[in-house]
T-cell receptor, first 115, second 120 residues
């Protein structure tokens, strides 16, 4: 039972354009959402997060949108740069879980930025 | 170094062999997590420590898996009698403290590079 789903295994985007990565979740207890970026042979690196009390969080070129009623979140990268080519994981946690913020991950989307 | 380190980076084991994977979290980090990442999948939670206390081991797939963090810093994940289905990347993550950091944000989990285990 996949509680966090990333239905696009891969995405190719022209340099300078917007990249949009999508994520859906099924567990209504999730109240904190994160995006991680992963390069080969490295561990995931935190990118941006959003609490369920918000519907948007922005950090430089990265914006995460949360639609709680649809149980959907998306990551927008604009403008896309070649260094953004990586695997992106959506993750969720129950923030009120007495400090055990174990993460539930999606299966990842491989983003390729075309120069 | 300042980040989370894991050793060995690569481990090849024969089926039935015992293995031990080590994680050195960031100094001062209270929370420590182990995740298992199978090929083509996202990381899956295995177990969680708060200092030396193992508060959640609900993700350990069988009683062949055992984790410890005796002094609240370095952690070891041990797999006994390895099977081919144990082949995966094992990731360790640490975070500063449990609970919220303030402003509705959770403390960031910092991941190590992982140990790639191959069971033949």
């Amino acid at each position: 039972d996949q509680q966090v789903k990333q239905n696009s295994p891969s995405l190719s985007v022209q340099e300078g354009r917007i990249s949009i990565l999508n994520c859906d979740y099924t567990n209504s207890m999730f109240d904190y959402f994160l995006w991680y970026k992963k390069y080969p042979a490295e561990g995931p690196t935190f990118l941006i997060s959003i609490s369920s009390i918000k519907d948007k969080n922005e950090d430089g070129r990265f914006t995460v949108f949360l639609n709680k009623s649809a149980k959907h979140l998306s990551l927008h990268i604009v403008p896309s740069q070649p260094g953004d080519s990586a695997v992106y994981f959506c993750a969720a946690s129950v923030g009120s879980n007495f400090g055990n913020e174990k993460l539930t991950f999606g299966t990842g989307t491989r983003l390729t930025i075309i120069p | 170094g300042a980040g989370v380190s894991q050793s060995p980076r690569y481990k090849v084991a024969k089926r039935g062999q015992d293995v031990a994977l080590r994680c050195d979290p960031i100094s001062g980090h209270v929370s420590l997590f182990w995740y298992q990442q199978a090929l083509g999948q996202g990381p899956e939670f295995l177990t969680y420590f708060q200092n030396e206390a193992q508060l959640d081991k609900s993700g350990l797939p069988s009683d062949r898996f055992f984790a410890e963090r005796p002094e609240g810093s370095v952690s070891t994940l041990k797999i006994q009698r390895t099977q081919q289905e144990d082949s995966a990347v094992y990731l360790c993550a640490s975070s500063l403290a449990p609970g919220l950091a303030g402003g509705g944000k959770a403390h960031e989990q910092f991941f190590g590079p992982g140990t790639r285990l191959t069971v033949l």
